[in-house]
């Protein structure tokens, strides 16, 4: 079993919908939690970071964490073409090592 | 304002050949590191630097070795190529271990 668990997709959303991202991990001591985007060739960069449990908002983004149940989600909604992409879930473990998932790739269907 | 810089961007290695990948940031960060990049997995660590003069082995160190040059640079060199290494790799940076890492643009490496 992986650590950090994404589906790897695709999965297919049309335009304008809410894309729902998930993320699973094994390590009960982990505090902090990371989505990053990748583009096609191209590195990863930040969208969103969560340490609390609950709902954190950020323009079109919304990350969910419940650590009792060792999950965390990336809500996307009014989802656009632009947000294409492959999605990496980050989870620091107690040593601050980050452990990353393989990623889920979101595809917005015009 | 660069960010994280990396080079070469692409390179063709024969087995058993050797390279340095260089990677150097802007942002004065304290913390680097080297990932690879895989199909199908996510990102591996090869090695980290938590601080300049130190370094550590992350998850796949076999066949790597790095250096932490000054606070900017740190390299990546592989001794002998081998074909299990064609990957992507990624170097980042973070002002501590526990800080956002932002990446540079990334080296596609291909040994045949």
């Known amino acids: 079993q992986k650590e950090v668990e994404q589906n790897s997709g695709p999965l297919s959303v049309p335009e304008g919908a809410i894309a729902s991202l998930n993320c699973t991990y094994s390590?009960?001591?982990?505090?902090?939690f990371f989505w990053y985007r990748q583009y096609s060739g191209k590195s990863p960069e930040l969208i969103m970071s969560i340490y609390s449990n609950g709902d954190k908002e950020d323009g079109r983004f919304t990350a969910q964490l419940n650590k009792a149940s060792q999950y965390v989600s990336l809500l996307i909604r009014d989802s656009q073409p632009s947000d294409s992409a492959t999605y990496l879930c980050?989870?620091?473990?107690?040593?601050?090592?980050?452990?990353w998932g393989a990623g889920t790739k979101l595809i917005i269907k015009p | 304002n660069a960010g994280v810089t990396q080079t070469p961007k692409f390179q063709v290695l024969k087995t058993g050949q050797s390279m340095t990948l260089q990677c150097a940031q802007d942002?004065?960060?304290?913390?680097m590191y080297w990932y690879r990049q895989d199909p199908g997995m996510g990102l591996r660590l090869i090695y980290y630097s938590a601080s300049e003069g130190t370094t550590d082995k992350g998850e796949v160190p076999n066949g790597y070795n790095v250096s932490r040059l000054n606070k900017r640079e740190f390299s990546l060199r592989l001794e002998s190529a081998a074909p299990s290494q064609t990957s992507v790799y990624f170097c980042?940076?973070?002002?501590?271990?526990?800080?956002?890492?932002?990446f540079g643009p990334g080296t596609r490496l291909l040994v045949l």
């Open positions: 980050a989870v620091r473990r107690s040593n601050y090592q980050l452990i």
């Open positions: 942002m004065n960060h304290n913390s």
């Open positions: 980042a940076s973070s002002t501590s271990g526990r800080e956002t890492q932002y």
């Open positions: 390590d009960r001591g982990s505090q902090s």
